[in-house]
C-alpha cells in the first residue's frame, strides 16, 4: 500500500512535501482529462491536479522552419497574457487550449505548423473577448504601428462570422 501511495502522491505545490491524500476525482466532460482534488497532509492546504494522456510527441514547425518540442505551457502563457485584466476565467482558458488542442490531433499527426496554433488560437479568442483577440494579434503578427491595428480591426468587423478554411490559416498573413 505504502508503494501505491507513493506512485500516487504530488508533490504539495506550498511546502514541497510528498505527502497528499486525494478528496476528489472527476472526470471531464470530453473523458480526456482527470481533475484530483488533493489535501497536504503536512501543511493541510488543498490544490488540485489534472491528469491527461500524451499519445504522440508532437513538433511545431516554426516560420523559420526550426522544428521544435510542442510545449502546451507556451500556448497557455500566450493566452494568458492576452487575457490579462479581461473578464475571462481560468476555465475558459482552459477550454479554448482545449479546442485548439482537439484541431491540432484532428489535422496535423507528428508536426503541426506554428502559423495554424496561432491562428486557431486567434480564432477561438475571437469569439471570447475582442480586446484579447486584439492583444494576442498584435504580438503574433508583429504589430508595428497604429495603423497594423486598425487594419486587423477592420477585417474583424467586415468578416465577424468568417469561418477560415486550413489554407488561410496556413498562409502568411503579415502583408
Request: some cysteine.
Amino acid at each position: 500500500m505504502a508503494m501505491l501511495q507513493r506512485f500516487f502522491s504530488m508533490k504539495c505545490p506550498h511546502c514541497h512535501q510528498d505527502n497528499d491524500k486525494v478528496t476528489d476525482t472527476r472526470t471531464s466532460s470530453d473523458g480526456g482529462e482527470i481533475r484530483r482534488r488533493r489535501t497536504c497532509g503536512n501543511c493541510g492546504r488543498r490544490f488540485t491536479t489534472f491528469e491527461r494522456a500524451e499519445a504522440v510527441q508532437r513538433r511545431v514547425v516554426k516560420r523559420d522552419g526550426t522544428r521544435v518540442p510542442y510545449k502546451r505551457e507556451k500556448m497557455q502563457q500566450g493566452l494568458e497574457r492576452a487575457c490579462w485584466k479581461r473578464k475571462i476565467s481560468d476555465e475558459q482558458i482552459a477550454e479554448l487550449m482545449k479546442q485548439v488542442e482537439r484541431d491540432i490531433e484532428s489535422t496535423f499527426e507528428k508536426e503541426v505548423d506554428s502559423r495554424f496554433i496561432g491562428e486557431r488560437m486567434m480564432h477561438y479568442l475571437a469569439d471570447l473577448d475582442q480586446v484579447a483577440y486584439v492583444r494576442f494579434a498584435s504580438v503574433y503578427r508583429h504589430f508595428e504601428n497604429a495603423d497594423d491595428f486598425i487594419k486587423e480591426l477592420t477585417e474583424m468587423h467586415k468578416n465577424p462570422d468568417k469561418e477560415w478554411s486550413l489554407g488561410e490559416l496556413l498562409r502568411d498573413r503579415s502583408k
